[in-house]
């Protein structure tokens, strides 16, 4: 059985940070494209970072560019977000995914499996 766990999340103030962690486990962790997306209260969900098998190729979406970091670590199934500069634009719902196969990086509906999600809430 396939599982995504996230955790890390809470109620920062706006520049604060924090670091998002997702563990996965009844996959071949390595094989697997790892991205985090993030849904808002009553937004569609939006693509944040990505991170290829091997951590070569990285993509962010312009709005976390300088400010967010995506690392993985294999040896423990496990892809980080690390958050700086936080937000109250950044206050959502984030979500772990993972694609075997993908075309299209930023697309939600490319990724295979998800977590459950972590709320990321961010006062002004």
């Known amino acids: 059985q396939v599982q995504l766990v996230e955790s890390g999340g809470g109620l920062v103030q706006a520049g604060d940070s924090l670091r998002l962690s997702c563990a996965a486990s009844?996959?071949?962790?390595?094989?697997?494209?790892m991205g985090w997306f993030r849904q808002g209260p009553g937004k569609e969900r939006e693509f944040v970072a990505a991170i290829s098998w091997s951590g070569s190729r990285i993509w962010y979406a312009d709005s976390v560019k300088g400010r967010f970091t995506i690392s993985r670590d294999n040896a423990k199934n496990t892809v980080y977000l690390q958050m700086n500069s936080l937000k109250p634009e950044d206050t959502a719902v984030y979500y772990c995914?993972?694609?075997?196969?993908?075309?299209?990086?930023?697309?939600?509906?490319?990724?295979?499996?998800w977590g459950q999600g972590t709320q990321v809430t961010v006062s002004s």
């Open positions: 995914g993972a694609a075997r196969n993908i075309r299209a990086i930023m697309r939600a509906y490319e990724y295979d499996y």
């Open positions: 009844g996959l071949p962790f390595s094989s697997y494209v």
